[in-house]
């Protein structure tokens, strides 16, 4: 288990009454410097099945991973490696890329080539028609994408478990979904697959905590800047949109069109999205919603908590676990649905989604490995 | 000017070439050791034409206004006074009420009487129709109102000087709005006056600071509790739905019903309201909307800031001052106008409109005495 | 397993590779509706040979754990009961008691009797010598100690493992440390066991979060009061100077004075103490402190990190963990030494050091059941 | 009244009885992009004897300071102009410079020469010696300082007010003290000047908000590593400690060392100086304490505020004022004495601090245009 020091495997080793180092998967991570690669490290050291083989990054390579988060150093002291596709093939079966938006695309066809199973944090793979991805992330880029581009993207699958479970179990390349369009979409799905709502009439008002900026050294990210401050930004054009619309558009089996606002919290993690939507069915009450829900997610995900009437999500509640909170309100008033959804944005929102998706590939049980307990407070 | 002890004056004589203490205003506070009456006290302190001549409150009566708030105690040390209304009205010419809600109702009838001017801060007089308040504030009151309560509520002002500047100048008794109504009217007044908006299609998704629960030690307002978590409250319930739509309605010349959901932010100070509607005219760009605003607020409104395009609030850029700070944006996608809106809740939310009014009635320039420029970061 | 809603085995059981609930020591918690109390729930619930069979209460008697802290809800379900001796010692082995300081002196005589284990807590079994507790908790109560009490006392070991650990596992009774003195005394102990140290230089300028004030409703811990502020309190008074000069002046086998000065950041979790004293030898350097603490807990104390030169604990790091982080600096100008150590107060200041100290009471492997990974950040 | 466009005169003309522009003077600011150049354009436009003249700025220079920071672009709407000695000489009087350590020794005397008055916010002007200044600062710099440099730093004066008010007066070059310096000089002043402690036991334990680190883009200082965490920093070698001494040195009129180790804390602003050391005289009470503090500082020092006894400084009394709170107690225990400064460590600490100099130097009360009455909460 070349993941742990010595030290403190003699500390720790009762605490693993799991598989052998040799049973478990070698996994590698690119990109281990970022928020998302401190993550998925932190819960790939605690999951039972697999063995951490091999870090790289960019602006990190030949440092270790000690240096950037002493923290960790105790149960992690692997250097951060430049990247090499070769090098890494040769270490992992599985890959994941947490990197800036535009690299994983040209990255993630070598490793499949070369046998390995890519799981990418960024937008590369999210995008059904790269047109959509184009169009929003790289408008003046007229020699992208290539043939070779779009034919990798059509074997791609968007990562978000509970609408996608078995496209998920027999992908090589997964797509995982931004933190807005996870929380959005889980908020909305079972309205749309069940045409309740109107689906012009989806807003979606949606705040984050400051840590999904990621560790990039930007003066907008400030303490002194971010503290006591909250502040709405992208208004009608932030890059969430189309990827949100595009599932909507799928669940609907019609084009849906949404209004999406993020804002910026002054904390470090938690998404809340409020949304909002015109319901067909004026005479649909609460407890309706609610079973509709609990059917559309429970027997299957345990990482969705249909929340009781009343009560609604707090960021807290689901802090450092892979759960989706979600509260649901009907104002009979106005024949509208409010429903709100928590997730931890870097969790739920990004790395520990792509472990849910690690487990789908493999067949393990959803949950392994991942946090299900928050601290409190 | 006994606001002031005999060593602050020594320090502090120069910083005032402000008219002499004889030819102030006198002020009284009643229910001063909240977070409103703190705002005012600072407030008034530094305001040229007046000068604070009472304090008085119910569980704090009988200590100094300086046990409560050591850093103000240089600068004022009166004690907090049992209410007594002979006692008031006979040092004040003006008198703050800063209470919980229900009892201004019985109060400022008495002050009244004896010739004082009230500005009362709670939501007793923030209602046209006294019913409409008893429906959401004392639902199983059969008793409340009288007919000399309803006789009191048809003098009284809505005291939000954007839109009732006039009536304000003329009344012995403003109720002054909530917080959240504040920055949500200001935000899509100009909209229903011009009646450019569908009046159905309001949504109000609006957060605020912890400081807008007031001074009260419930375990929903601790630091462990709030700090590091968002969430929603009073879906479709908060009492502050029924004073935006009277207003709107107002406005619009025709019943409005708006959603309203409110959200607490891990801050002090603050709240930022989006604001969603359908435009009529899918034509409009948002360099009208612009122009519309700066006409509607600017002239005689120094304290409404229209954004330049592009630009939208922080609630830093507002906190401790006066304030409300306006961004707009058309998405074309969806024919939707979002508008935002900034202020410090305890300012432009409270004490500060409070003054501001004071100011009208006084016919004094109606930023005097209120600051213009905050600290940052 | 009661502990867990059915729902909850469904999704989870696989996570469990853990002792059958029959296998199980059955453990209770009274006072489980604080942030002891949650902490204790939320690490017992994880805990591969406990199960959380007995809640009990006070002033939460009667509800149910979930409608106090609903994210636990999915996995705990039981009723908090009002305190009943003969009812918790017929459902548990051991008993954690999350009370305020007075009530187990009189609680876990009762439960030893029926032959539970007690962990206690609050600071009434942290004495050697009930006078000295008397005298900084109860001063003016001249009926207490009856010698029940001191006879009870007498019985029960100071729940410092890493200090203390024998003595633990045979005790029957463990009065759990404060959360400052924690970080304070495994911040100096090798000094004072060393004699390296004059033992009247000892400063010791201690920081904690705010969820060490508790879920009490008090105004001082009202969000707006606590963020954005930083204060001293208990200036050469607070009550955890007397627990932390008696281990010292065990340790030193000389009696000890410290002055001791606590600190509230506006954060929830974290303690953070500096500690200043003099070195008898001018000559030492850095390493040979770094060797003397590394001796002194690496072998047999999992829990404690001796972080390497020129790098200091950050609060961040453990938060979330039963670990304490050690920093050392020598400042050859002024011949001081300077220990920094950072722990989570909730977990290695309270929660987490009892379920240590039941580790060792029952033989298991210190860190089991533990948190050792933080989230970050 | 360059600094302020046609509008806001139009809405603020009535709040300055203040005098006309023409019997204002011209001041500059170089470096007006920082934190502290933000902070003195706030002060300064709201400073009856001033006219901001001229921003200059490296980085920033080109751009248009409401840019930068729209919240004050109604007031300024001054463009950030190259740093050319010759335009700034032109326009202004006196010129502040907010820029890294390093540059103002060599534009001070530059600008001095052409006939205006320098206050300086870096650490170039601090020093009495030069060689100090080098070994803590530019250790590998053999090159520096000049004769010139030696000559123009001889001519320089200390700048903080309450210890050296007739210096300043009388300076055409001041270098403003650090922050943490401030803070904790204020409070150790007394002590020393009466030779009343032991001067080798000084520990002072400060820590500081993180806006103390500037508007610089580093990782550090990003708001999701600086929430929620608390640490040390520049243990044992903290640039500030060499000036602390200095001037502890002066006041003691014997060589002076201390112990100094700052920490950052989760908020803006604010420092908190928790100073200790050891009375030579045992029988001192508090009492005499304050008699002492009071009498060293009130009656010429408006800025500095002795707390009663028993009642301890907090930042948030401070924030956004140019107060300098101090509390003081004496542990009989250990016969310590323990005295706790707050200030707002970008105004006392800095920009406030300056325009306290700048007052001085030109007979203005000392008091003007500076904040006293702080936003609470």
Redesign the interface.
Known sequence: MRALSR?AIA??Q??S??PAATDRIAVGIVGASG?GG??LV?LL??H?HVTIAHLAGHSSAGRKFSEL????G??LDLPIQAIDVEAIARDCQVVFLALPNGIACTLAPELQARGCRVLDLSADYRFRTLDTYREWYRPDDDAWPTDAHRAANDRAVYGLPELYREAIAAADVVGCPGCYPTASLLAIAPLLQKDLIDP?SI?I?A?S???G?G?A???G?????????????G??NHRHTPEIEQICTDLARQPV???F?P?L??????I?S?V?ATLRDPGLVADDLLTLYRNSY?RQS?WV?I?PPG??????????TNTC?I?I???P??Q?V?V?S?IDN?LKGQAGQAVQCLNIMHG??E??GLP??????
């Open positions: 030290g500390c720790f009762l605490m009454d799991s928020y401190v993550q932190r050291l605690d039972p988060y002493p923290h960790l105790a149960f012009d807003i008002d705040k905590g400051a840590s900026a560790r050294a930007k003066i990210s400030l303490f002194a800047e971010v503290d006591e401050s909250f502040h709405p930004y208004v009608t069109r949404v209004q606002t804002h919290i002054p904390m470090v993690r938690g809340l409020t909002y429970s345990p908590r929340l009560t609604y999500p707090r960021t807290k509640w689901v802090s450092g909170a509260g309100a009907i104002d008033r106005t509208r409010v709100m928590a870097l393990w049980p949950a392994i299900k307990l928050g601290f409190y407070p």
